[in-house]
């Protein structure tokens, strides 16, 4: 590996250096930046995640010189932003900029008329390829034939038959139910996100399959809208549900309200009641307990998010790039096996 491989302020990354990182050869990288399809989905991965390790940027004056061609793409994230891992929005910058495309970020308002407005303006600009976003877009905005150029929501184009590592990819919640199964749980309650997400609905989904399956019981499933708030009321009513002893939360947010929620009612995690979440924030492993979560190669699925924009940008749509499948269950502290019968409340 060159030595200033990671020096930015002494040269900037080439083709080489993404080659070295990715494991490959500099003409595939390059058959990589000029949109290739033939690569295999495992070497793209590579070179994609090599691309935004490096924040590999290609000369994008040489893209604006093509006649007529637009070269910039908005990617859009929630007010929010946490809820969008950062290292899946640098994954699908980079991915673009690796294309010659000019990126930039807009931060999409919480108000839904709002909103509208800032996806109507977006999709107007006459140097505008597409936009990629990381949150719903409005209804008014989606029809395919109204979207000129290409609007591309992030996970929706896998809503029907998901790849595995993928944004839609639900299974993962699956895999916690039978494992907190296996502890000796049996009595379940899911905290979901909002289901205007398609995060939020597969792994809602998911999560009552593996219930069934599984033969256990769930006690119910309160939609949240990701964040702290919403996991800690979701929290409040689980903790006057006496049987309940076992809670999977759609992302880690959400999984550290509920957390909070159970010791100012006075249970302990995952003494009396364990808890998973999804995400694999950085301060997750720094918790007390430390919390249980679903990792993914959050730079693979955003640069893959973005390919599927890409390739609508260039050519009539084809198959999305595949993302990484090395999705994991991320075991700690915060899960126990069940005791058999939980307590009401400590100091009661």
């Known amino acids: 590996m060159p030595a200033s491989l990671h020096d930015s302020k002494q040269r900037r990354p080439t083709l080489y250096d993404v080659a070295s990182v990715a494991g490959v050869s500099h003409q595939t990288v390059s ?9 295999r989905p495992a070497t793209a991965e590579r070179v994609a995640k090599a691309l935004a390790e490096l924040h590999y940027t290609p000369n994008l004056a040489a893209r604006a010189l093509r006649s ?22 640098s994954g699908a910058k980079a991915a673009a900029q690796a294309h010659g495309y000019r990126v930039e970020t807009v931060i999409l ?11 109507r303006r977006l999709l107007s600009g006459g140097d505008v390829a597409g936009v990629l976003s990381f949150a719903p877009s409005p209804r008014s905005v989606s029809d395919p034939l109204v979207s000129q150029p290409p609007l ?57 399959e593996a ?16 964040t702290l708030g919403s996991g800690y009321a979701a929290g409040k009513r689980i903790a006057a549900l006496e049987q309940v002893t076992a809670v999977v939360a759609a992302n880690d947010q959400m999984a550290i309200g509920v957390i909070r929620a159970l010791h100012d009612s006075g249970f302990k995690v995952p003494e ?29 699925v955003g640069a893959r998010s973005m ?42």
Not at 68 to 79: A, H, L
């Open 272 to 300: 009396d009641i364990s808890v998973v979440g999804w995400d694999d924030m950085e301060e997750s492993s720094f918790l007390v307990p430390s919390l249980s979560t679903v990792r993914m190669d959050q730079a693979a």
């Open 307 to 348: 390919m599927g924009l890409i390739r609508q940008t260039r050519n009539p749509p084809k198959a999305p790039l595949a993302a990484a499948l090395d999705t994991q269950i991320i075991r700690r502290e915060s899960i126990a096996p069940a005791r058999k019968r939980r307590p009401k409340r400590h100091g009661t």
């Open 109 to 119: 308002d919480r108000h839904p008329e709002a909103a509208d407005s800032q996806f």
């Open 152 to 208: 591309v929501v992030a996970g929706d184009d896998d809503d029907v038959l998901p790849a595995r590592g993928t944004l839609a990819d639900g299974s993962p919640i699956g895999a916690i139910v039978r494992h907190l199964a296996s502890l000796g749980h049996s009595d379940f309650f899911h905290v979901a996100g909002p289901y205007d997400w398609t995060a939020a609905r597969r792994r809602a989904a998911a999560y009552s």
């Open 211 to 226: 219930i069934i399956e599984v033969g256990v019981t769930s006690h119910g499933i309160e939609s949240g809208d990701w």
């Open 68 to 89: 007529g061609e637009p070269d910039k793409i908005f990617v859009v994230v929630p007010e929010h932003s946490i809820h969008v891992p950062p290292k899946m929005i």
């Open 31 to 39: 058959r990589y930046i000029k949109g290739g399809s033939a690569l």
